[in-house]
Protein backbone atom coordinates (compact mmCIF):
# COMPACT_ATOMS: atom_id res chain seq x y z
CA UNK A 1 0.00 0.00 0.00
CA UNK A 2 1.23 3.47 -0.80
CA UNK A 3 -0.16 6.59 0.51
CA UNK A 4 0.46 10.06 -1.72
CA UNK A 5 0.47 13.34 -0.84
CA UNK A 6 1.36 16.52 -2.84
CA UNK A 7 2.95 20.34 -2.35
CA UNK A 8 2.02 23.28 -5.05
CA UNK A 9 4.22 25.24 -5.49
CA UNK A 10 4.51 28.36 -8.16
CA UNK A 11 6.43 26.42 -10.59
CA UNK A 12 6.56 22.75 -9.49
CA UNK A 13 4.47 20.38 -7.66
CA UNK A 14 6.23 17.71 -5.40
CA UNK A 15 4.36 14.28 -4.63
CA UNK A 16 5.68 12.22 -1.38
CA UNK A 17 4.64 8.71 -1.77
CA UNK A 18 5.28 6.39 1.57
CA UNK A 19 5.55 2.46 1.02
CA UNK A 20 3.80 0.38 3.71
CA UNK A 21 4.37 -3.00 1.97
CA UNK A 22 7.75 -3.30 2.55
CA UNK A 23 10.26 -2.61 5.19
CA UNK A 24 13.41 -1.73 3.77
CA UNK A 25 14.57 1.39 1.42
CA UNK A 26 13.51 1.24 -1.86
CA UNK A 27 14.99 3.63 -4.81
CA UNK A 28 13.08 6.78 -6.25
CA UNK A 29 10.05 5.17 -8.14
CA UNK A 30 7.10 6.94 -10.15
CA UNK A 31 3.23 6.48 -9.37
CA UNK A 32 0.93 6.79 -12.22
CA UNK A 33 -1.36 9.87 -11.09
CA UNK A 34 -4.65 10.51 -12.38
CA UNK A 35 -4.62 14.63 -13.06
CA UNK A 36 -8.39 15.00 -13.10
CA UNK A 37 -8.34 13.91 -9.42
CA UNK A 38 -5.29 15.80 -8.25
CA UNK A 39 -5.73 19.03 -10.00
CA UNK A 40 -2.47 19.11 -11.74
CA UNK A 41 -1.68 20.06 -15.36
CA UNK A 42 0.89 17.84 -17.03
CA UNK A 43 3.29 20.71 -18.12
CA UNK A 44 4.14 20.99 -14.41
CA UNK A 45 7.07 19.08 -13.08
CA UNK A 46 5.70 15.89 -10.66
CA UNK A 47 8.51 13.97 -8.41
CA UNK A 48 8.04 10.79 -6.22
CA UNK A 49 9.66 9.77 -3.51
CA UNK A 50 9.25 6.54 -1.67
CA UNK A 51 10.07 5.97 1.64
CA UNK A 52 10.15 2.68 3.90
CA UNK A 53 7.17 2.56 6.49
CA UNK A 54 9.07 2.75 9.28
CA UNK A 55 10.53 6.55 8.94
CA UNK A 56 9.42 8.77 11.20
CA UNK A 57 11.92 11.26 10.49
CA UNK A 58 11.02 14.31 8.33
CA UNK A 59 13.18 14.14 5.18
CA UNK A 60 14.78 17.04 3.44
CA UNK A 61 12.39 18.42 0.28
CA UNK A 62 12.67 20.62 -2.53
CA UNK A 63 10.57 23.92 -1.52
CA UNK A 64 10.17 22.52 1.71
CA UNK A 65 8.88 26.66 2.75
CA UNK A 66 6.34 26.02 1.30
CA UNK A 67 4.46 23.71 3.12
CA UNK A 68 0.67 23.24 2.75
CA UNK A 69 -1.90 24.51 4.79
CA UNK A 70 -4.49 21.90 6.52
CA UNK A 71 -7.51 22.63 3.85
CA UNK A 72 -4.74 21.85 1.10
CA UNK A 73 -3.29 18.70 3.19
CA UNK A 74 -7.67 17.51 3.29
CA UNK A 75 -7.92 18.13 -0.23
CA UNK A 76 -4.90 16.06 -1.81
CA UNK A 77 -4.15 13.62 0.74
CA UNK A 78 -5.11 10.33 -0.23
CA UNK A 79 -4.25 7.18 1.61
CA UNK A 80 -5.29 3.64 0.99
CA UNK A 81 -3.68 2.56 4.20
CA UNK A 82 -6.23 0.04 5.92
CA UNK A 83 -6.83 2.38 9.60
CA UNK A 84 -7.86 -1.12 10.81
CA UNK A 85 -5.00 -2.91 10.25
CA UNK A 86 -2.24 0.10 11.24
CA UNK A 87 0.35 -0.36 13.74
CA UNK A 88 1.92 2.53 15.36
CA UNK A 89 5.17 2.82 13.79
CA UNK A 90 8.72 2.54 15.79
CA UNK A 91 10.39 6.00 16.80
CA UNK A 92 13.49 4.41 16.54
CA UNK A 93 14.30 3.66 13.11
CA UNK A 94 17.72 1.71 14.07
CA UNK A 95 15.99 -1.01 15.63
CA UNK A 96 14.72 -2.17 12.01
CA UNK A 97 16.35 -5.04 11.18
CA UNK A 98 19.28 -4.45 7.97
CA UNK A 99 17.80 -5.27 4.49
CA UNK A 100 20.52 -8.22 4.27
CA UNK A 101 19.44 -10.15 7.58
CA UNK A 102 20.06 -13.82 8.10
CA UNK A 103 17.21 -15.04 9.58
CA UNK A 104 18.62 -18.90 9.86
CA UNK A 105 21.46 -17.74 11.37
CA UNK A 106 19.49 -15.44 13.79
CA UNK A 107 17.42 -18.89 14.50
CA UNK A 108 20.52 -21.06 15.05
CA UNK A 109 22.17 -18.42 17.62
CA UNK A 110 19.12 -18.74 19.22
CA UNK A 111 18.15 -15.29 18.85
CA UNK A 112 14.14 -16.03 18.30
CA UNK A 113 12.39 -12.95 19.20
CA UNK A 114 14.61 -10.93 17.21
CA UNK A 115 14.31 -13.18 13.71
CA UNK A 116 10.22 -12.85 15.07
CA UNK A 117 10.34 -9.26 14.49
CA UNK A 118 12.41 -9.16 11.32
CA UNK A 119 9.65 -11.39 9.39
CA UNK A 120 6.73 -9.02 11.21
CA UNK A 121 8.30 -5.79 9.76
CA UNK A 122 8.94 -7.46 6.15
CA UNK A 123 11.75 -9.67 6.06
CA UNK A 124 11.08 -12.55 3.59
CA UNK A 125 11.35 -15.63 5.16
CA UNK A 126 11.41 -19.14 3.34
CA UNK A 127 10.67 -22.82 4.18
CA UNK A 128 13.72 -23.44 5.79
CA UNK A 129 13.47 -20.17 7.93
CA UNK A 130 10.14 -21.18 9.53
CA UNK A 131 11.50 -24.74 9.99
CA UNK A 132 14.71 -23.22 11.90
CA UNK A 133 12.06 -21.27 14.05
CA UNK A 134 10.54 -23.90 14.98
CA UNK A 135 13.44 -26.29 15.99
CA UNK A 136 14.67 -23.19 17.96
CA UNK A 137 11.25 -22.70 20.07
CA UNK A 138 11.52 -26.91 20.39
CA UNK A 139 15.03 -26.46 22.09
CA UNK A 140 13.64 -23.23 24.10
CA UNK A 141 10.40 -25.05 25.04
CA UNK A 142 9.09 -21.76 24.39
CA UNK A 143 5.45 -22.27 23.61
CA UNK A 144 4.11 -18.45 23.71
CA UNK A 145 6.93 -17.57 21.15
CA UNK A 146 6.25 -21.38 19.33
CA UNK A 147 2.33 -19.20 18.46
CA UNK A 148 4.30 -16.29 17.37
CA UNK A 149 5.92 -18.36 14.54
CA UNK A 150 2.42 -20.53 13.98
CA UNK A 151 1.00 -16.99 13.29
CA UNK A 152 3.32 -16.11 10.96
CA UNK A 153 3.59 -19.41 9.01
CA UNK A 154 -0.43 -19.29 8.42
CA UNK A 155 0.20 -15.72 6.73
CA UNK A 156 2.90 -16.97 4.75
CA UNK A 157 2.61 -18.99 1.54
CA UNK A 158 3.47 -22.19 3.34
CA UNK A 159 0.09 -22.39 5.60
CA UNK A 160 -0.68 -25.44 4.21
CA UNK A 161 3.00 -27.32 3.97
CA UNK A 162 2.75 -30.42 5.02
CA UNK A 163 5.86 -30.93 6.45
CA UNK A 164 6.09 -27.57 7.97
CA UNK A 165 2.94 -27.98 9.66
CA UNK A 166 4.30 -31.77 11.59
CA UNK A 167 7.39 -29.46 12.80
CA UNK A 168 4.39 -27.52 14.16
CA UNK A 169 2.83 -29.76 15.94
CA UNK A 170 6.25 -31.22 17.15
CA UNK A 171 6.75 -27.92 18.65
CA UNK A 172 3.83 -28.26 20.83
CA UNK A 173 4.25 -31.33 21.89
CA UNK A 174 7.81 -30.76 23.15
CA UNK A 175 6.35 -27.58 24.68
CA UNK A 176 3.77 -29.68 26.92
CA UNK A 177 1.06 -27.88 24.80
CA UNK A 178 -1.22 -30.96 23.25
CA UNK A 179 -4.78 -28.94 22.58
CA UNK A 180 -2.54 -26.49 20.57
CA UNK A 181 -1.22 -29.63 18.75
CA UNK A 182 -4.35 -31.19 18.42
CA UNK A 183 -6.08 -28.45 16.53
CA UNK A 184 -3.55 -28.62 13.79
CA UNK A 185 -3.15 -31.85 13.85
CA UNK A 186 -7.54 -31.84 13.13
CA UNK A 187 -6.98 -29.10 10.50
CA UNK A 188 -4.71 -31.10 8.41
CA UNK A 189 -6.19 -33.80 5.71
CA UNK A 190 -2.83 -35.31 4.38
CA UNK A 191 -1.40 -36.93 7.56
CA UNK A 192 1.39 -38.75 7.50
CA UNK A 193 2.47 -42.00 10.17
CA UNK A 194 4.86 -39.48 11.17
CA UNK A 195 2.20 -37.41 12.54
CA UNK A 196 0.45 -39.87 14.23
CA UNK A 197 3.83 -41.02 16.21
CA UNK A 198 3.74 -37.30 17.30
CA UNK A 199 0.28 -37.19 18.77
CA UNK A 200 0.45 -40.45 20.07
CA UNK A 201 4.20 -40.01 21.96
CA UNK A 202 2.97 -36.78 23.03
CA UNK A 203 0.07 -37.69 24.89
CA UNK A 204 2.13 -40.25 26.89
CA UNK A 205 4.73 -37.91 27.72
CA UNK A 206 1.82 -35.62 28.53
CA UNK A 207 -0.20 -37.89 31.01
CA UNK A 208 -2.75 -38.22 28.67
CA UNK A 209 -2.28 -41.94 27.46
CA UNK A 210 -6.07 -42.71 27.36
CA UNK A 211 -6.42 -39.68 24.65
CA UNK A 212 -2.95 -41.10 22.60
CA UNK A 213 -4.55 -45.15 22.93
CA UNK A 214 -7.86 -43.28 21.36
CA UNK A 215 -5.90 -41.49 18.41
CA UNK A 216 -4.50 -45.24 17.84
CA UNK A 217 -7.53 -47.01 17.96
CA UNK A 218 -8.73 -44.22 14.99
CA UNK A 219 -5.67 -44.35 13.25
CA UNK A 220 -6.62 -48.10 12.71
CA UNK A 221 -10.35 -48.21 11.76
CA UNK A 222 -8.91 -45.46 9.24
CA UNK A 223 -6.75 -48.21 7.83
CA UNK A 224 -5.04 -45.62 5.33
CA UNK A 225 -1.77 -45.86 6.78
CA UNK A 226 -0.02 -49.27 8.40
CA UNK A 227 1.48 -48.66 11.87
CA UNK A 228 5.31 -49.88 12.32
CA UNK A 229 7.46 -50.23 14.69
CA UNK A 230 7.97 -46.49 16.01
CA UNK A 231 4.35 -46.30 16.02
CA UNK A 232 3.88 -49.24 18.59
CA UNK A 233 6.91 -47.28 20.68
CA UNK A 234 4.34 -44.59 20.60
CA UNK A 235 1.61 -46.77 21.82
CA UNK A 236 3.34 -48.54 24.46
CA UNK A 237 4.26 -45.04 26.06
CA UNK A 238 0.57 -44.30 25.94
CA UNK A 239 0.10 -47.45 27.76
CA UNK A 240 2.51 -46.98 30.38
CA UNK A 241 1.37 -43.50 30.98
CA UNK A 242 -2.20 -44.78 31.57
CA UNK A 243 -1.32 -47.94 33.19
CA UNK A 244 -2.29 -50.07 30.84
CA UNK A 245 -0.51 -53.09 31.56
CA UNK A 246 -2.81 -55.58 29.73
CA UNK A 247 -3.43 -53.39 26.91
CA UNK A 248 0.44 -52.82 26.37
CA UNK A 249 0.85 -56.73 25.71
CA UNK A 250 -2.31 -56.54 23.43
CA UNK A 251 -0.43 -53.50 21.05
CA UNK A 252 2.99 -56.12 21.69
CA UNK A 253 1.16 -58.93 20.39
CA UNK A 254 -0.59 -57.14 17.36
CA UNK A 255 2.61 -56.08 16.41
CA UNK A 256 4.08 -59.12 16.27
CA UNK A 257 1.55 -61.41 15.09
CA UNK A 258 -1.02 -58.97 12.88
CA UNK A 259 1.82 -56.26 11.45
CA UNK A 260 4.62 -59.35 11.53
CA UNK A 261 6.92 -56.60 13.14
CA UNK A 262 9.91 -58.30 15.62
CA UNK A 263 9.81 -56.45 18.70
CA UNK A 264 13.28 -54.77 19.33
CA UNK A 265 15.02 -53.85 22.63
CA UNK A 266 13.25 -50.84 22.44
CA UNK A 267 9.90 -52.09 22.54
CA UNK A 268 10.67 -55.01 24.84
CA UNK A 269 11.45 -51.47 27.23
CA UNK A 270 8.54 -49.86 26.33
CA UNK A 271 7.04 -52.97 28.38
CA UNK A 272 8.89 -52.88 31.18
CA UNK A 273 7.96 -49.30 31.65
CA UNK A 274 3.97 -50.11 31.47
CA UNK A 275 4.95 -52.65 33.97
CA UNK A 276 6.95 -50.63 36.09
CA UNK A 277 4.58 -47.46 36.23
CA UNK A 278 1.94 -49.70 36.99
CA UNK A 279 4.24 -50.81 40.13
CA UNK A 280 4.93 -54.52 38.77
CA UNK A 281 8.43 -54.49 39.68
CA UNK A 282 8.46 -58.39 40.11
CA UNK A 283 6.85 -58.97 37.16
CA UNK A 284 9.52 -56.70 35.25
CA UNK A 285 12.59 -58.37 36.88
CA UNK A 286 10.76 -61.53 35.08
CA UNK A 287 10.03 -60.01 32.06
CA UNK A 288 13.98 -58.51 31.86
CA UNK A 289 14.95 -62.14 32.51
CA UNK A 290 12.94 -63.85 30.05
CA UNK A 291 14.04 -61.40 27.55
CA UNK A 292 15.67 -62.99 24.32
CA UNK A 293 18.54 -61.10 23.92
CA UNK A 294 20.45 -59.23 26.39
CA UNK A 295 19.30 -56.60 28.66
CA UNK A 296 21.41 -53.40 28.06
CA UNK A 297 22.41 -50.76 30.36
CA UNK A 298 19.15 -48.71 29.56
CA UNK A 299 17.03 -51.78 30.82
CA UNK A 300 19.08 -51.86 34.35
CA UNK A 301 18.61 -47.36 34.48
CA UNK A 302 15.12 -47.90 33.72
CA UNK A 303 14.60 -50.29 36.53
CA UNK A 304 16.89 -48.59 39.04
CA UNK A 305 14.46 -45.43 38.34
CA UNK A 306 11.54 -47.76 38.72
CA UNK A 307 12.59 -48.77 41.82
CA UNK A 308 13.35 -45.94 43.46
CA UNK A 309 10.11 -44.41 42.38
CA UNK A 310 7.95 -47.15 44.33
CA UNK A 311 10.48 -46.61 47.25
CA UNK A 312 11.26 -50.61 46.80
CA UNK A 313 14.96 -51.16 48.13
CA UNK A 314 15.32 -54.67 46.97
CA UNK A 315 15.07 -53.96 43.53
CA UNK A 316 16.76 -50.99 43.62
CA UNK A 317 19.81 -52.64 45.02
CA UNK A 318 19.40 -55.42 42.17
CA UNK A 319 19.49 -52.80 39.45
CA UNK A 320 22.42 -51.07 41.17
CA UNK A 321 24.39 -54.42 40.99
CA UNK A 322 23.70 -54.75 37.42
CA UNK A 323 24.31 -51.63 35.88
CA UNK A 324 27.58 -51.99 38.16
CA UNK A 325 28.37 -54.78 36.41
CA UNK A 326 27.30 -53.63 32.85
CA UNK A 327 29.11 -49.94 32.91
CA UNK A 328 30.50 -49.26 36.35
CA UNK A 329 30.91 -45.70 35.01
CA UNK A 330 27.02 -45.36 35.24
CA UNK A 331 26.54 -46.62 38.95
CA UNK A 332 24.97 -44.09 40.94
CA UNK A 333 26.70 -41.90 43.48
CA UNK A 334 23.72 -42.33 46.12
CA UNK A 335 20.21 -43.48 46.88
CA UNK A 336 18.25 -40.83 46.24
CA UNK A 337 19.19 -39.29 42.44
CA UNK A 338 18.13 -35.90 43.87
CA UNK A 339 20.72 -33.15 43.20
CA UNK A 340 21.61 -30.33 45.90
CA UNK A 341 19.39 -27.49 46.06
CA UNK A 342 21.02 -24.44 43.91
CA UNK A 343 20.64 -20.88 44.62
CA UNK A 344 21.85 -19.81 40.87
CA UNK A 345 19.04 -21.57 39.22
CA UNK A 346 17.73 -21.20 35.50
CA UNK A 347 14.04 -21.67 34.52
CA UNK A 348 11.72 -20.02 32.30
CA UNK A 349 7.83 -18.67 33.71
CA UNK A 350 5.36 -18.09 30.84
CA UNK A 351 2.72 -15.43 33.08
CA UNK A 352 -1.31 -14.81 32.34
CA UNK A 353 -0.07 -12.69 29.32
CA UNK A 354 1.97 -15.57 27.82
CA UNK A 355 4.63 -13.49 28.03
CA UNK A 356 8.08 -15.81 28.73
CA UNK A 357 10.17 -14.68 31.72
CA UNK A 358 13.80 -15.51 32.47
CA UNK A 359 14.75 -15.81 36.30
CA UNK A 360 17.77 -16.50 38.16
CA UNK A 361 18.62 -16.36 42.08
CA UNK A 362 14.68 -15.31 42.71
CA UNK A 363 14.58 -12.88 45.74
CA UNK A 364 11.41 -13.90 47.61
CA UNK A 365 11.78 -10.48 49.36
CA UNK A 366 11.50 -8.48 46.38
CA UNK A 367 7.97 -7.04 45.58
CA UNK A 368 6.12 -8.52 48.24
CA UNK A 369 7.09 -12.25 47.02
CA UNK A 370 7.99 -12.86 50.81
CA UNK A 371 4.66 -12.38 52.31
CA UNK A 372 2.95 -14.59 49.44
CA UNK A 373 5.76 -17.16 49.68
CA UNK A 374 5.04 -17.80 53.45
CA UNK A 375 1.53 -17.42 53.28
CA UNK A 376 1.19 -20.39 50.78
CA UNK A 377 3.49 -22.45 52.60
CA UNK A 378 1.20 -21.87 55.54
CA UNK A 379 -2.02 -23.23 53.38
CA UNK A 380 -0.08 -26.25 52.28
CA UNK A 381 0.88 -26.94 55.61
CA UNK A 382 -3.03 -26.41 56.90
CA UNK A 383 -3.74 -28.69 53.48
CA UNK A 384 -1.52 -31.24 54.97
CA UNK A 385 1.21 -30.92 53.61
CA UNK A 386 4.47 -32.41 55.48
CA UNK A 387 8.40 -31.91 54.16
CA UNK A 388 10.14 -34.98 53.21
CA UNK A 389 13.34 -34.34 54.39
CA UNK A 390 14.94 -37.35 53.05
CA UNK A 391 14.98 -35.41 49.76
CA UNK A 392 17.80 -32.69 51.47
CA UNK A 393 21.39 -34.38 51.76
CA UNK A 394 23.16 -31.93 53.91
CA UNK A 395 24.18 -32.88 57.35
CA UNK A 396 21.76 -30.28 58.97
CA UNK A 397 19.20 -30.59 61.70
CA UNK A 398 15.34 -31.26 60.71
CA UNK A 399 14.35 -27.49 60.67
CA UNK A 400 17.04 -26.57 58.61
CA UNK A 401 16.24 -29.32 56.23
CA UNK A 402 12.70 -28.21 55.65
CA UNK A 403 13.69 -24.71 55.18
CA UNK A 404 15.90 -25.89 52.49
CA UNK A 405 13.10 -27.83 50.50
CA UNK A 406 11.06 -25.00 50.54
CA UNK A 407 13.37 -22.70 49.11
CA UNK A 408 13.46 -24.86 45.86
CA UNK A 409 13.24 -22.90 43.18
CA UNK A 410 10.43 -24.14 41.46
CA UNK A 411 8.40 -23.08 44.83
CA UNK A 412 9.77 -19.62 44.53
CA UNK A 413 9.03 -19.43 40.42
CA UNK A 414 5.05 -20.40 41.48
CA UNK A 415 5.21 -17.73 44.68
CA UNK A 416 6.73 -14.79 42.07
CA UNK A 417 3.80 -16.17 39.22
CA UNK A 418 0.78 -15.86 41.79
CA UNK A 419 1.66 -12.16 42.64
CA UNK A 420 2.21 -11.31 39.01
CA UNK A 421 -0.52 -12.84 36.87
CA UNK A 422 -4.37 -12.63 37.02
CA UNK A 423 -6.02 -15.15 39.28
CA UNK A 424 -7.05 -18.45 37.80
CA UNK A 425 -3.94 -18.18 35.19
CA UNK A 426 -2.22 -21.30 34.05
CA UNK A 427 1.83 -20.89 35.37
CA UNK A 428 4.16 -22.69 33.11
CA UNK A 429 8.22 -23.64 34.58
CA UNK A 430 10.61 -25.42 33.12
CA UNK A 431 13.87 -26.42 34.98
CA UNK A 432 16.60 -28.34 33.50
CA UNK A 433 16.73 -30.97 36.87
CA UNK A 434 14.53 -33.67 37.88
CA UNK A 435 11.95 -32.32 40.04
CA UNK A 436 12.64 -34.23 43.69
CA UNK A 437 9.91 -35.85 45.29
CA UNK A 438 8.75 -33.52 48.04
CA UNK A 439 8.80 -30.31 45.42
CA UNK A 440 6.27 -32.73 43.26
CA UNK A 441 4.28 -33.46 46.58
CA UNK A 442 4.14 -29.81 47.58
CA UNK A 443 3.13 -28.74 44.04
CA UNK A 444 0.21 -31.27 43.49
CA UNK A 445 -1.22 -29.66 46.90
CA UNK A 446 -0.30 -26.11 45.66
CA UNK A 447 -2.30 -26.78 42.50
CA UNK A 448 -5.54 -27.47 44.65
CA UNK A 449 -5.00 -24.46 47.03
CA UNK A 450 -4.44 -21.62 44.74
CA UNK A 451 -6.88 -23.18 42.12
CA UNK A 452 -4.82 -23.13 39.08
CA UNK A 453 -2.91 -25.61 36.81
CA UNK A 454 0.72 -25.52 37.13
CA UNK A 455 2.22 -27.06 34.70
CA UNK A 456 6.59 -27.92 35.21
CA UNK A 457 8.80 -29.37 32.64
CA UNK A 458 11.89 -30.82 34.47
CA UNK A 459 14.38 -32.99 32.60
CA UNK A 460 12.15 -35.89 32.67
CA UNK A 461 8.86 -35.06 31.21
CA UNK A 462 5.85 -32.70 31.54
CA UNK A 463 4.13 -32.97 35.22
CA UNK A 464 0.84 -31.20 34.59
CA UNK A 465 -0.92 -30.75 37.88
CA UNK A 466 -4.26 -30.06 38.89
CA UNK A 467 -6.79 -30.07 41.23
CA UNK A 468 -4.06 -31.64 43.59
CA UNK A 469 -3.31 -34.73 40.86
CA UNK A 470 -0.47 -34.92 38.66
CA UNK A 471 -0.54 -36.23 35.33
CA UNK A 472 2.53 -38.48 35.51
CA UNK A 473 0.76 -40.40 38.25
CA UNK A 474 3.43 -39.93 40.44
CA UNK A 475 6.18 -42.14 38.56
CA UNK A 476 8.52 -40.30 36.43
Not at 443 to 454: A, D, F, Q
Request: net charge neutral; glycine share 6%; proline share 6%.
Amino acid sequence: MASMSSIHTAGNSIFSSTNFKFSFPSPFSHFPVKVSSSRISPSKLIFCFSAPSYSTRPRPRQNAASIPSQHNKNNYRKSTLDSKGAKPLPENPETIPPPNVDLVSLCQEGKIKEAIECISQGAEASYYVFESLLSSCCSAESAELGKNVHELIMKSPFSRNVELNIRLVEMYVKCGNMKSARKVFDRLRDRKLELWHLMIDGYGKNGEGKNGLLLFENMRKAGILKPNGETFLAVLSACASEGAVKRGFLYLEMMRDECGIMPGMEHYLGVIEVLGQAGHLNEALEYIEDLPMEPTVEVWEAMLRLARIHGDLEHEDHAEEMLMKFDPSKAPAGKLPTPLPKRNYEFNMLDGKDRAIEIRCIDPYKEGGNDKFRGLNGQMRDAGYVPDTRYVLHDIDEEAKEQALMYHSERLAIAYGLISTPARTTLRIIKNLRICGDCHNAIKIMSKVVGRELIVRDNKRFHHFRDGVCSCRDYW
